[in-house]
């Protein structure tokens, strides 16, 4: 029994079949499938997709302060504005500022002066009080300061405190004064009572300067010249005829777009324009003959029922800036401006 029980614990583990040693030898030594050419090909494009399908890394987000989330709540919306081509021609230029012009004139055949006056001498001196304020506020005061002193001789003898007593409605009636005075002294000292005629002349009076002289020439002595008022300044930049800003600049800029002969109806279009309906703070787009011609189209209303509320003088049925105006005027529906204190 020991010789048995000892036998038995020495007996070697149990061995694998001959069967089963071959069979693993066989898939140990067994060489490795190769893939056909059609499978790599499939292969590669099932990778390629596995690639494309993946989702993209997320965006970091920004985190905008709430102060500057609320000025961007404030904001106003992005305007819709229609700009000319960027590499607009000179000749392209030429062409669409002079169509406005011809636009213009068909809606204000009628344009003149808005400043009453019987000769140079008055226009002048109308020309030289409308500063920093309404043609219409110098229409209302002239009247009582030609009628007491008609003639740069009466002028010139006036007694200061007289003068700036009348012209007082018209804000800074001091200074305006001293010019009016001293532009009349001038004259009887220096050119016999009369207004000259020549630029280089009129730009040597007291209180004159470029544009007054234009005013005068154009419409005192027919002779051709640009009014660069703040108006025309404002216009002409956004049409886009000139980027200058400084008013000797923008007078020759402008000036090359047309025939010298254009220059005073030219002056005349574009200010009424801007007084009636291109206004500086709320254009009425929506209302605007020229809108198709026009690169700052919808800086404005552009609702054509409510465009029509923010037209002025007779083009929404109010009175001009003149008390005596042209006949052309009163034919075409305009109606005289109040006097001085009549509401």
Same mark, same amino acid.
């Given at each position: 029994?020991?010789?048995?029980?000892?036998?038995?614990? #020495?007996? /070697? &583990? $149990?061995? !694998?079949?001959?069967?089963?040693?071959?069979?693993?030898? @066989?898939?140990? +030594? *067994? %060489?490795? =499938?190769? #893939?056909? /050419? &059609? $499978?790599? !090909?499939?292969?590669?494009?099932?990778?390629?997709?596995? @690639?494309?399908? +993946? *989702? %993209?890394? =997320?965006? #970091?987000?920004?985190?905008?302060? !709430?102060?500057?989330?609320?000025?961007?709540?404030?904001?106003?919306?992005? +305007? *819709?504005?229609?700009?000319?081509?960027?590499?607009?021609?000179?000749?392209?230029?030429?062409?669409?500022?002079?169509?406005?012009?011809?636009?213009? *004139?068909?809606?204000?055949?009628?344009?003149?002066?808005?400043?009453?006056?019987?000769?140079?001498?008055?226009?002048?001196?109308?020309?030289?009080?409308?500063?920093?304020?309404?043609?219409?506020?110098?229409?209302?005061?002239?009247?009582?300061?030609?009628?007491?002193?008609?003639?740069?001789?009466?002028?010139?003898?006036?007694?200061?405190?007289?003068?700036?007593?009348?012209?007082?409605?018209?804000?800074?009636?001091?200074?305006?004064?001293?010019?009016?005075?001293?532009?009349?002294?001038?004259?009887?000292?220096?050119?016999?009572?009369?207004?000259?005629?020549?630029?280089?002349?009129?730009?040597?009076?007291?209180?004159?300067?470029?544009?007054?002289?234009?005013?005068?020439?154009?419409?005192?002595?027919?002779?051709?010249?640009?009014?660069?008022?703040?108006?025309?300044?404002?216009?002409?930049?956004?049409?886009?005829?000139?980027?200058?800003?400084?008013?000797?600049?923008?007078?020759?800029?402008?000036?090359?777009?047309?025939?010298?002969?254009?220059?005073?109806?030219?002056?005349?279009?574009?200010?009424?324009?801007?007084?009636?309906?291109?206004?500086?703070?709320?254009?009425?787009?929506?209302?605007?003959?020229?809108?198709?011609?026009?690169?700052?189209?919808?800086?404005?209303?552009?609702?054509?029922?409510?465009?029509?509320?923010?037209?002025?003088?007779?083009?929404?049925?109010?009175?001009?800036?003149?008390?005596?105006?042209?006949?052309?005027?009163?034919?075409?529906?305009?109606?005289?401006?109040?006097?001085?204190?009549?509401?």
């Amino acid at each position: 029994m020991k010789g048995t029980a000892a036998a038995t614990k #020495k007996a /070697p &583990a $149990a061995t !694998k079949a001959p069967a089963a040693k071959r069979s693993a030898a @066989v898939a140990e +030594k *067994a %060489p490795v =499938a190769r #893939k056909s /050419p &059609a $499978a790599k !090909k499939t292969a590669a494009a099932a990778k390629k997709t596995a @690639v494309v399908k +993946k *989702a %993209p890394a =997320a965006k #970091k987000v920004a985190v905008v302060p !709430k102060k500057a989330t609320a000025r961007l709540k404030d904001a106003a919306p992005a +305007k *819709a504005v229609v700009h000319p081509p960027g590499d607009e021609s000179r000749t392209a230029l030429v062409r669409r500022a002079r169509r406005i012009d011809r636009e213009l *004139a068909e809606v204000y055949p009628y344009a003149h002066p808005e400043l009453d006056f019987d000769n140079p001498f008055q226009l002048v001196v109308a020309t030289v009080l409308s500063a920093q304020t309404t043609d219409l506020r110098v229409n209302q005061t002239t009247p009582a300061l030609f009628a007491r002193y008609p003639t740069p001789e009466d002028l010139a003898a006036a007694n200061p405190e007289e003068v700036e007593e009348i012209l007082r409605p018209t804000g800074f009636f001091r200074a305006k004064t001293k010019s009016v005075i001293g532009l009349s002294k001038a004259l009887v000292e220096e050119f016999g009572g009369e207004v000259p005629g020549r630029l280089e002349d009129l730009v040597k009076l007291p209180g004159v300067g470029r544009k007054t002289a234009f005013v005068v020439l154009g419409n005192a002595f027919g002779r051709p010249g640009i009014t660069v008022d703040t108006h025309f300044q404002r216009l002409v930049r956004r049409w886009q005829w000139t980027a200058e800003t400084d008013p000797d600049k923008i007078e020759a800029a402008v000036g090359a777009l047309f025939p010298k002969s254009d220059w005073t109806d030219l002056s005349h279009h574009v200010i009424w324009h801007g007084r009636r309906i291109c206004h500086a703070r709320k254009p009425a787009c929506g209302a605007c003959p020229i809108a198709p011609l026009c690169p700052a189209y919808g800086e404005g209303e552009t609702d054509p029922e409510k465009a029509k509320k923010l037209l002025k003088y007779e083009k929404g049925g109010f009175p001009g800036q003149r008390l005596r105006p042209p006949q052309a005027y009163l034919d075409a529906g305009g109606k005289p401006a109040p006097p001085l204190g009549a509401g």
